[in-house]
């Protein structure tokens, strides 16, 4: 299973600070899924940028994004991640939402997507790293099942 890890931070990737999400989210994944195969990429919230770190994914079974999620004008994920999947999946987003409120009330100014593109998933995750790496253990009993189910192999 290939799965992306795109970190969206205008200053992570200005080189502000050091983007610490995207090797928590990977570092997750390889502990609970050591067979998957991840890569990481870093670009600042612009819709243009984010379209393009999806276009470089476009042959992973999973892109999580981590960062460009909540209320602030320049958080742009969730319409990147709208306009480029063509069927949405509620019930990704509303599990992590419903599992992030069990840890911080903030959670409800979580503006995350989850979709698919042919058999491809996509999920938002928040930017910061406690909840990143939270909606990573949670996320990656189900990222498997949700190949196959993609792929047409049923329950």
């Known amino acids: ?10 200053r992570a990737s200005g080189g502000v600070y050091e983007d610490r999400a995207g090797p928590a ?8 899924l050591p067979d998957c195969r991840v890569e990481r990429d870093l670009v ?6 984010i379209t393009n770190a999806f ?8 892109i999580i994004t981590t960062g460009g999620t909540g209320p ?25 939402r419903m599992k992030s409120l069990e840890e911080t009330p ?4 979580s503006r995350g997507e989850a979709g698919m593109r042919g058999r491809q998933y996509i999920v938002n995750f928040p930017g910061s790293v406690r ?23 049923g329950h």
């Open 55 to 62: 276009n470089r994914h476009s042959d992973a079974d999973w």
């Open 106 to 109: 903030h959670a409800v100014f």
């Open 1 to 10: 299973m290939r799965i992306a890890v795109i970190t969206v931070s205008d």
């Open 25 to 32: 989210i990977e570092e997750i994944l390889l502990e609970l």
């Open 72 to 96: 602030a004008p320049r958080d742009v994920t969730p319409e990147a991640t709208r306009a480029w999947f063509d069927r949405a999946m509620p019930g990704i987003a509303d599990y992590l």
């Open 131 to 153: 909840a990143a790496t939270s909606c990573a253990r949670w996320l990656a009993p189900l990222l498997d099942h949700g190949v196959k189910m993609a792929a047409g192999e």
């Open 44 to 49: 600042p919230d612009e819709l243009g940028e």
